[in-house]
Structure formats: structure tokens, C-alpha cells
């Protein structure tokens, strides 16, 4: 590969440590080699240079990187490399955009079964996934299969050795659909968040199988949108696992835990500076406006809050929780023809624009509310609705 191009790619990975992000997907890349590259980066130099050395000494070439990128959906760096790879790869781009899209065919014209069945080798060859089997099974047109197309799969058997058995020590939060736990994977020593959804024993009832499925079906939505979009301040889903008892989705571990938690300065943390205050602002902000611009059509969040607003170890913020997210053309279409029930607002209420409230209207302007709320709690450190607050009225200066 050429230098300038390497020392590109290493640039991009080196901002906010994005190598690190990929380094769980190498294959090969041990703990000890990721605590090396942050050795190395402590006495700064690039520690992406030495992943990546690391990784081609184990005999990984640029056309594995290629498909690591692909695998990540690392867009960019897919197009810093692109001249490096032949020809024949570069639809990985064009698949990433489009998981849902058949690229190649599956019955190859006549002539070239032999290219045809090569393409499809290199493809199904997962050189990035590690431990466990690679989705080949179902049809394309199975929503499942599309939303989990890219995403890595582990065992629920891994997640539970990554968190000493769901150990209620390793409990680093509850929300409304299931228990988030901090967990180390044992091949390459990298921390992360596994939120187990709660099975939903109760299918006695008709009550209790429709919130399984509302579970479930938030889940899958959170998977689909994440394993789509990457962005610098969109908390990044690693792995899931749907075989075992409860289905578990595996994110970036937050070090910092939710701006909620900061703001009341739970664990008893120091309270946050004001520019720091200032930089989680202006990234929550672009995390928003990306879901919001990248796609042909926006994708509203529907339920940001400071609790759903994660903080890395460099306090960068990364917008999470995508249950509620919500394609903005198929929602407009679809309450033209009906209007949006109330079930289907379940962003919390203190977040919630009243217009929606009451109109139900969804646009991407629910979601520039919502950050408006977060805008006040980061500013005055209020929660944005207590019970047992003293009325306040706030005097304008001509009074
Ligand atoms: N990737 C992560 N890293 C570290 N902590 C996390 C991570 N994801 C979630 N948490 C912690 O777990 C808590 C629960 O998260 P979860 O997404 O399940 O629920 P919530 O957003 O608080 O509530 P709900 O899903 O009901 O809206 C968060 O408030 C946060 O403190």
C-alpha cells in the first residue's frame, strides 16, 4: 500500500481512537496487541500504524483490510483505500450502502461461473468475524437477516463468560427493556456494554406476549439502525447474539455512563466544566443532525434524553438507544394515511414536544425539541421534570 495512503487511513483511526473500535473485529489481535498499540500511542506515536503492522505480520493483506472496513462500515476509510484493491471488491461499498440490495447474482450468466462463484467465496469468507458462524442461512428478504447483515454475531455462551454470568456486579444499568451489564471478551480484552433484553417469561397473558414482541421489535429496529450508520457520536453496536434464552446486543463501552448520570453527578462524580459542557452539546448535536442529513431520508431518534446521550472515556458523547428511531418518509406516508396512535409514543414525556402531543405529527423536528430539553438540563443541572420542584416563574428583564 502506498505510505500517503497508510498514513491516511492511520490519521482517521487515530481521531477518538477509532481503532480501537475495530480492533475486536481482527481476527488474530490479541489483548496483549491491544495493549500494546496503547502503549505505543501513550508515547505518541500512531497506535493504528501498529495494529495494522501487527495485523499484516499475522499475514492479513490490504484487500482483508478492505473488507474489515466494509465489515465496520468505516465508509470513508473504504475510500481512502479504494485505489488499492482491485476492481472486483469495490461493490463492498456499494453494499454497505445498500445491505438490503442484491449486488451480485446468484445465478451467474453464462460464462462466468467461475468469477461468479469466486465473488461469492470471498464474500461469505468472513475474514473479520471471529468466534462464531456467519448469517447464511435465511432469504435476503427476511427482515431479520437485513437487520443483522454486517453485525457481528457471538454466543450468548461468550456474553455470559464476558460478564462473569450476568453477574449482578458487572450491573451497569436498567432501562425499560432490559439490563445493561460491562463485560470483557476474552479475545481481545476490549470492554463493552451488553444490554440484555428481558426474555418476557409472562406469554400467559395476551398483554405479556405483545410487550415481548414490542421488546423484540425495538431491539431489532436499535440493531438494524445501528449496524447501518457509523458516526463518531452514534454509540456503535459490536456483536449480537439472538440464540440464547434473552437476546443481548453488545455497544462500545461508555466509561463515563450516560450525561444523566453526570449532571447529577451519580457515583459521586465531579460536577461537569463548562466546556466540557460546551463539547458534549456540540457532539450530541452532530450525532443528531447525521441521523438526520446522511440518509435520503431522515431518520428521527424519538427518544432523545440525557440518559440516552453516552459519554466515551474522552467524554465524547455518543448518541444511543435507537429502539424508537423511525424512517421520517415511511412515518409521514403512514400517518397521512392513519394518524400515529398513542402506543406509538413512547419517548419520555418531559422530552416531548407538546405539539406532538397532541397532533402526533412525527418530523425530524421532534427530536431538535428533545435536544432543546437536553440543552436546558446541561445548562442549569436540572432534571427536566420533578415532582417536588418549587414553582419558579422566570421574570423578563422589563418587569
Ligand atoms: N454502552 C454503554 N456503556 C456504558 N453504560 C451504558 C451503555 N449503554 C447503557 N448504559 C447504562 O445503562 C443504562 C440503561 O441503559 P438503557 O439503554 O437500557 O436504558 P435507558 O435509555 O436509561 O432507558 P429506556 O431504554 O427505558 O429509555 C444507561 O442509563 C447507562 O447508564
Redesign the pocket.
Known sequence: MKRSVLQHLCDILDTDNTWETIAPYMSGIAMRDVEACKRYGSYNQSPSMLLLRIWCSKGFTVVHLYQLFAKTKLIRLMRVMKSEVDEKYHYLEEKVLNPARRLRPIVPPAGTQQTASRLKKIDSKDMTSTPTQSITTSSTNDPLRVAIEGTLPVTYQELSEATKGFSVNNV?????????Y?GEIRATGGM??V?RIFAGNDNSTQQGSKAEKERLRQSLTELRTLARFRHDNI?PIYAYSLEGPEPCLV?????N??L??RLLCRKGTTPLTWVQRKEISIGAARGIHFLHSFAKTPLIHG?V?T??I?LDKHMEP?L??F?LCRDGQAEVEATEKRPLIASHIKG?LAYLAPEFITSKILTTKLDVYSYGIVLLEIASGQRAYSESRKHVVLLNSAS
Open positions: 451497569i444499568g436498567k432501562g425499560g427493556y432490559g439490563t445493561v460491562k463493552v456494554a444490554k454509540l455497544y462500545q463501552f461508555m466509561a455512563g450516560s444523566e448520570d427518544d434524553k440518559a440516552n453516552l455518543k444511543g438507544d429502539g419520555t
